[in-house]
């Protein structure tokens, strides 16, 4: 302190006075330099308070003072291998398995069915159809009998639906012929004459045998084919069993003319003594798309529309 300067950095207090620099408020009060932090395990300072003769260690408390708590580890949590617990830290307890599951190699838990004894309740074995699933629509479960058309994939009518349905319109049309045939009888009854005693010869049998064989099939011939030749390809009895005539190549129907021609067939092999109809007849027995000798000549299946 002097009254005047002294020199380079001497200041002017506000008492008037000379000071020399390192007296300056800002070397006097300036904050420590900072210092680089300890690395983790150096000794420590020496904290006012703490016990002496014992250096205290980086991250854990000096001597003398209570030690962190001891808590268990986290359940199903495992320390890293090679790595020792932490001090002050119990070491981790072994646990069981979790509450609800059985621990390993004591099968599967309640209500689950252990491996490799099937599927759970409510759900069909592997290879099955999940429940609620049916077939598509417009077709019932096939069984093992269903055989289906390769070219159309539908299922083929089987022998004795197209027999009963036969047998029904059989009935239909055996009324209508009874009637016609008993218009023509009565009619060529009232034009004989009592006085013909002439035997009939074996000829003349067998042409009116002929005759009204094909008088008889007129009925029929209209009958079937306005309704095979329709969209829907159904007689009556062909309604009542389910099944129908179809094009054997496209699917659709066969038309008036070749529903017609379809059964004309059949009424020629009746005329022959119907040996050749028996065959006819049995001939989807065997065939592989189940078609009768009429079916191949007109081209027409028979497919099942509920198998």
């Not at 830290?89 to 490799?116: C, E, K, L, R």
């Not at 005539?245 to 092999?269: E, K, S």
């Amino acid at each position: 302190m002097s009254d005047t300067s002294q020199g380079e950095g001497w200041w002017l207090a506000s008492d008037g006075k000379w000071y020399p620099p390192h007296d300056h408020p800002s070397v006097t009060q300036a904050p420590p330099a900072p210092q680089d932090p300890p690395l983790f395990g150096t000794a420590a300072p020496t904290f006012s308070g703490a016990p002496t003769g014992v250096p205290a260690t980086w991250g854990y408390p000096p001597p003398g003072y209570p030690a962190a708590p001891s808590y268990p580890a986290a359940p199903g949590y495992v320390p890293p291998p090679g790595y020792p617990a932490a001090p002050g830290y119990a070491p981790q307890p072994s646990y069981g398995a979790a509450p609800g599951y059985p621990p390993p190699g004591y099968g599967a838990a309640p209500g689950y069915p252990p491996p490799g004894y099937g599927a759970a309740p409510g759900y069909p074995p592997p290879g099955y159809p999940p429940p609620g699933y049916g077939p598509a629509p417009g077709f019932g479960a096939t069984g093992p009998s269903t055989r289906v058309d390769p070219i159309l994939n539908q299922p083929l009518a089987p022998w004795w639906k197209r027999l009963v349905a036969i047998i029904i319109d059989g009935v239909i049309l055996g009324l209508a012929a009874f009637v016609i045939v008993l218009v023509i009888a009565a009619a060529v009854a009232g034009h004989s004459t009592t006085t013909n005693t002439q035997t009939a010869s074996g000829s003349s049998l067998l042409g009116a045998y002929v005759g009204l064989t094909l008088l008889a099939a007129i009925p029929g011939a209209i009958y079937y084919a306005i309704m095979n030749g329709s969209r829907r390809g159904q007689t009556v009895g062909k309604m009542a069993l389910g099944i129908a005539v179809r094009d054997a190549r496209t699917g659709g129907p066969i038309g008036f003319w070749r529903a017609l021609g379809r059964y004309l067939i059949t009424a020629l092999f009746r005329v022959a003594l119907y040996i050749p109809y028996i065959l006819d007849s049995l001939a989807p027995l065997w065939d592989g798309r189940r078609q009768a000798w009429h079916d191949k000549v007109a081209h027409s299946v028979v497919v099942d529309l509920r198998p």
